[in-house]
Protein backbone atom coordinates (compact mmCIF):
# COMPACT_ATOMS: atom_id res chain seq x y z
CA UNK A 1 0.00 0.00 0.00
CA UNK A 2 1.42 3.52 -0.93
CA UNK A 3 -0.93 5.20 -3.29
CA UNK A 4 -0.64 9.06 -2.49
CA UNK A 5 -2.79 11.68 -3.48
CA UNK A 6 -0.96 15.11 -4.78
CA UNK A 7 -2.72 16.54 -7.34
CA UNK A 8 -6.38 16.17 -7.95
CA UNK A 9 -8.44 17.03 -11.73
CA UNK A 10 -11.15 18.55 -11.70
CA UNK A 11 -13.48 18.69 -14.67
CA UNK A 12 -16.66 20.54 -15.03
CA UNK A 13 -17.84 22.39 -17.16
CA UNK A 14 -20.14 24.96 -14.96
CA UNK A 15 -17.22 27.37 -13.95
CA UNK A 16 -18.45 28.30 -10.20
CA UNK A 17 -19.36 24.35 -9.15
CA UNK A 18 -15.70 23.46 -10.59
CA UNK A 19 -13.71 26.57 -8.71
CA UNK A 20 -16.01 25.37 -5.43
CA UNK A 21 -14.56 22.07 -5.84
CA UNK A 22 -11.49 23.25 -5.90
CA UNK A 23 -11.49 25.15 -2.91
CA UNK A 24 -12.66 22.70 -1.17
CA UNK A 25 -9.68 20.34 -2.06
CA UNK A 26 -7.16 23.10 -1.81
CA UNK A 27 -7.15 22.52 1.29
CA UNK A 28 -5.38 19.10 1.16
CA UNK A 29 -4.38 18.56 -2.18
CA UNK A 30 -3.00 20.69 -5.36
CA UNK A 31 -5.95 21.24 -7.77
CA UNK A 32 -6.29 21.68 -11.51
CA UNK A 33 -9.30 22.54 -13.23
CA UNK A 34 -10.42 21.99 -16.70
CA UNK A 35 -14.02 22.95 -18.01
CA UNK A 36 -14.26 21.05 -21.02
CA UNK A 37 -13.59 17.12 -22.13
CA UNK A 38 -10.79 18.96 -24.69
CA UNK A 39 -8.87 20.45 -21.64
CA UNK A 40 -8.88 18.15 -19.71
CA UNK A 41 -7.43 15.76 -22.31
CA UNK A 42 -4.27 18.41 -22.77
CA UNK A 43 -3.46 18.80 -18.91
CA UNK A 44 -0.20 18.24 -18.83
CA UNK A 45 0.51 18.25 -14.88
CA UNK A 46 0.90 14.78 -13.42
CA UNK A 47 -2.40 14.10 -11.39
CA UNK A 48 -3.64 11.18 -9.47
CA UNK A 49 -6.70 10.80 -9.21
CA UNK A 50 -9.94 12.79 -11.58
CA UNK A 51 -13.40 13.86 -10.49
CA UNK A 52 -15.38 14.04 -14.07
CA UNK A 53 -18.18 15.27 -15.04
CA UNK A 54 -20.30 13.35 -17.71
CA UNK A 55 -21.87 16.12 -19.52
CA UNK A 56 -19.48 18.94 -20.57
CA UNK A 57 -18.44 20.48 -24.22
CA UNK A 58 -16.02 18.60 -26.31
CA UNK A 59 -15.66 15.24 -25.97
CA UNK A 60 -18.10 13.75 -23.29
CA UNK A 61 -16.70 12.81 -19.72
CA UNK A 62 -17.26 9.36 -20.94
CA UNK A 63 -14.95 10.16 -23.94
CA UNK A 64 -12.35 11.65 -21.98
CA UNK A 65 -12.62 8.51 -19.27
CA UNK A 66 -12.14 6.40 -22.01
CA UNK A 67 -9.31 8.33 -24.23
CA UNK A 68 -7.49 8.53 -20.69
CA UNK A 69 -7.45 5.10 -20.09
CA UNK A 70 -6.60 4.05 -23.87
CA UNK A 71 -3.15 6.06 -23.21
CA UNK A 72 -2.35 4.16 -20.35
CA UNK A 73 -3.32 6.50 -16.98
CA UNK A 74 -4.91 3.95 -14.73
CA UNK A 75 -4.95 6.82 -11.59
CA UNK A 76 -8.35 6.27 -9.49
CA UNK A 77 -11.27 8.17 -11.43
CA UNK A 78 -14.61 9.15 -9.55
CA UNK A 79 -17.47 10.64 -12.50
CA UNK A 80 -19.15 13.27 -10.38
CA UNK A 81 -22.40 13.94 -12.67
CA UNK A 82 -26.23 14.55 -12.33
CA UNK A 83 -26.38 11.98 -14.76
CA UNK A 84 -27.86 9.08 -13.10
CA UNK A 85 -26.43 5.68 -13.64
CA UNK A 86 -27.70 3.72 -16.78
CA UNK A 87 -26.60 1.28 -18.59
CA UNK A 88 -23.90 2.45 -20.34
CA UNK A 89 -21.84 2.17 -17.24
CA UNK A 90 -21.10 -1.17 -17.38
CA UNK A 91 -18.22 -0.31 -20.18
CA UNK A 92 -16.78 2.49 -18.35
CA UNK A 93 -13.81 2.44 -16.88
CA UNK A 94 -13.69 4.24 -13.34
CA UNK A 95 -13.84 3.67 -9.71
CA UNK A 96 -16.68 5.52 -8.08
CA UNK A 97 -19.70 7.23 -9.03
CA UNK A 98 -21.17 10.16 -7.00
CA UNK A 99 -24.26 11.96 -8.03
CA UNK A 100 -24.72 15.49 -7.63
CA UNK A 101 -24.87 17.39 -5.21
CA UNK A 102 -22.02 16.43 -2.96
CA UNK A 103 -21.29 18.45 0.30
CA UNK A 104 -17.65 19.46 1.17
CA UNK A 105 -17.26 16.05 3.37
CA UNK A 106 -18.70 13.99 0.92
CA UNK A 107 -16.20 14.98 -1.64
CA UNK A 108 -13.44 14.92 1.19
CA UNK A 109 -14.60 11.34 1.73
CA UNK A 110 -14.52 10.46 -1.76
CA UNK A 111 -10.82 11.59 -2.68
CA UNK A 112 -9.60 9.34 0.56
CA UNK A 113 -11.64 6.39 -0.81
CA UNK A 114 -9.59 6.90 -4.50
CA UNK A 115 -6.63 7.16 -2.73
CA UNK A 116 -7.33 3.85 -1.09
CA UNK A 117 -8.83 2.23 -4.60
CA UNK A 118 -5.42 3.22 -6.16
CA UNK A 119 -3.09 1.59 -3.46
CA UNK A 120 -4.95 -1.41 -4.60
CA UNK A 121 -3.53 -3.99 -6.99
CA UNK A 122 -5.61 -4.24 -10.65
CA UNK A 123 -7.21 -7.19 -10.26
CA UNK A 124 -8.82 -7.17 -7.04
CA UNK A 125 -9.66 -2.77 -8.15
CA UNK A 126 -11.01 -3.88 -11.28
CA UNK A 127 -13.29 -6.33 -9.28
CA UNK A 128 -14.25 -3.51 -6.96
CA UNK A 129 -15.21 -1.20 -9.39
CA UNK A 130 -17.72 -3.88 -11.14
CA UNK A 131 -18.94 -4.38 -7.74
CA UNK A 132 -19.86 -0.80 -7.96
CA UNK A 133 -21.28 -0.41 -11.19
CA UNK A 134 -23.54 -3.51 -9.98
CA UNK A 135 -24.76 -1.44 -7.00
CA UNK A 136 -25.02 1.56 -8.88
CA UNK A 137 -27.35 -0.19 -11.05
CA UNK A 138 -29.55 -2.35 -8.43
CA UNK A 139 -29.89 1.20 -6.88
CA UNK A 140 -31.52 2.78 -10.23
CA UNK A 141 -33.12 -0.30 -12.09
CA UNK A 142 -35.91 -2.23 -10.73
CA UNK A 143 -35.78 -5.92 -10.34
CA UNK A 144 -38.05 -7.02 -13.97
CA UNK A 145 -35.55 -4.72 -15.70
CA UNK A 146 -32.23 -5.62 -14.43
CA UNK A 147 -33.34 -9.11 -14.86
CA UNK A 148 -33.91 -8.58 -18.49
CA UNK A 149 -30.89 -6.68 -19.15
CA UNK A 150 -27.95 -9.17 -20.43
CA UNK A 151 -25.51 -6.84 -19.61
CA UNK A 152 -26.01 -6.57 -16.01
CA UNK A 153 -26.58 -10.45 -15.99
CA UNK A 154 -23.16 -10.24 -17.25
CA UNK A 155 -21.98 -8.35 -14.65
CA UNK A 156 -23.46 -10.06 -12.22
CA UNK A 157 -21.84 -12.98 -12.86
CA UNK A 158 -18.77 -11.68 -13.71
CA UNK A 159 -18.55 -10.07 -9.87
CA UNK A 160 -19.83 -14.04 -8.51
CA UNK A 161 -17.24 -15.62 -10.57
CA UNK A 162 -14.10 -13.34 -9.34
CA UNK A 163 -15.47 -13.20 -6.11
CA UNK A 164 -14.82 -16.59 -5.84
CA UNK A 165 -11.73 -16.24 -7.23
CA UNK A 166 -10.26 -13.68 -5.57
CA UNK A 167 -11.93 -15.17 -1.79
CA UNK A 168 -11.77 -12.63 0.65
CA UNK A 169 -10.53 -9.28 -1.28
CA UNK A 170 -9.86 -7.65 1.50
CA UNK A 171 -7.81 -9.66 3.38
CA UNK A 172 -4.48 -7.87 2.38
CA UNK A 173 -6.07 -4.02 3.32
CA UNK A 174 -6.45 -2.55 6.71
CA UNK A 175 -9.65 -2.25 8.53
CA UNK A 176 -10.07 1.90 7.44
CA UNK A 177 -9.14 0.53 4.34
CA UNK A 178 -11.83 -2.03 4.07
CA UNK A 179 -14.23 0.42 5.37
CA UNK A 180 -13.70 3.28 2.59
CA UNK A 181 -14.40 0.52 0.09
CA UNK A 182 -17.75 -1.05 1.54
CA UNK A 183 -18.63 2.63 2.09
CA UNK A 184 -18.13 3.10 -1.13
CA UNK A 185 -20.62 -0.21 -2.75
CA UNK A 186 -23.02 0.41 -0.19
CA UNK A 187 -23.15 4.29 -1.18
CA UNK A 188 -23.48 3.24 -4.81
CA UNK A 189 -26.17 1.23 -3.87
CA UNK A 190 -28.28 3.18 -1.67
CA UNK A 191 -27.98 6.76 -3.58
CA UNK A 192 -30.23 6.31 -6.35
CA UNK A 193 -32.92 4.56 -3.81
CA UNK A 194 -33.88 5.98 -0.48
CA UNK A 195 -29.88 7.07 0.06
CA UNK A 196 -28.93 10.54 0.95
CA UNK A 197 -26.42 11.13 -1.52
CA UNK A 198 -27.21 13.22 -4.72
CA UNK A 199 -31.05 14.19 -5.58
CA UNK A 200 -30.17 15.86 -8.75
Do not use: C
Not at 10 to 25: C, F
Not at 169 to 177: G, I, K, M, N, R
Amino acid sequence: MGYIIETVLIVEDEVTLADHYAEILNTKYDVVTAYSGTEALEVEESVDAVFLDRKIPGPSGGEVLERLRDRGHDYPVAMLTAVRPDWDIVEMGFDDYLLKPVGIQDLLNATERLETLGAIEREVRNYIRKNIKQASLEGEKDASKLASSEAFETLKSDVSNRSSELGDVTADLSQAETELIIDTISRNLDSSKGGSTGRK
